[in-house]
DNA sequence: CCTACCGATCGGTAGG
DNA sequence: CCTACCGATCGGTAGG
């Protein structure tokens, strides 16, 4: 028997405050009764959908989980031009995290408080697709447009945490320079880029107006 | 009157114990009948020495503070030559980390708890002296050492994104990479250090053997 | 989706 | 540092 319309939205809504609460309380400082009151309606209610707060909390992070799988293989064949490349993966790989901070933090949050089940998901799902990335970064290095010193496996970790690192925390650790107005993370996320760029790349600012420079 | 060393050693035992339950099950997760149990003492006991949990928490971030405050300024001279200079900072940076990882996970659980308190601290206390930092850096950037491209600010920040993310979560996320033993991070730190040396520097790695070169 | 309820645990207090 | 206890809240169930 099929989920009737209301069965789906109401699971979606439940998710949906669930991460949100998740992000910013963290599993043990979310009660069901939290989000059965950001929902709008009992905390029994909740329970007949969910059946128990370690499943709401499976479902949530495979929601995420899903995410990941489904849209960062498609963003990573996005990429374009040559040295463009580089810079569109980039860009993408910050937009989806940048797009809902909550994506970030609750998987920092993740991290910390169960480590051995996130390295397990982490192997099994996100292993394969990371080596795509890898095998183009060799590829790069034989090429010679990608540093020789490079250790492409922990250069993308690197460049992942900071990425999750300037979307969770970047407003907060920011703050240490009283000057700027905080919470703009922008200028972090340029530097990011510029970071990864110069960390990366052989020639990490080309001139196109150079001669011999491919124009087209 | 004067502590009893008794009282010290006891307190010194609660703000150790407490840390290390933070770190692996942040402050929601840890009960004072779990950090006494810990301890080896009663609740009711433990609740005589810090009067509330939330007492407990400020002085477990207060003695956290303090070290970064008293440790961090010292290290930074520890600088030795003139490229070294950049080497030294970077390893004794992580190596304070290093030394103990529940540093960097209650300082990233805190900030994702506690956001408005901890950009309030972190303005307050290290404001200052990590401002000496990115003078440094303005001032090579004048010399023409540094890369002309670099915001000082952001390129601090995402230093220490890497730094703490490395530290608290390197183990984890490394995983993605099944063929290597996962929960060492060590070949994480090397790349760190050379991501942060070729983004910084115009000549990130100098060969003495030229000609020219300083030999001392 | 609700009312009504459960035992267990929470942070904290009284009193010694 | 302990025993004994408190009201409030926790995740979860019964029954409709």
Known sequence: M???PADIDIRERIIEETIQLFATKGYDGTSLQLIADAIGIKKSSLLYHVSSKEELRDQVYKN???HWKNELPQLLST???EHDRFSSVINAFVSYFLENSNRSKVAIREMLDRPDEVRKAVKEHLGSWIKLITDY???GKKLGVVKPDIDPDSYIIQVIMMVIGTVALGSVISAMFDNKDSRNINPLIGELERIARHA???NPT???QK???KSS
Request: hydrophobic share 45%.
């Open 2 to 4: 099929p989920k009737h």
């Open 206 to 208: 080309p001139k196109p």
């Open 64 to 66: 995420l989980l899903s």
């Open 79 to 81: 990429a374009s031009g």
């Open 137 to 139: 970064i060799v590829l």
């Open 211 to 213: 001669t011999g420079g």
């Open 200 to 202: 990366l790349l052989v």
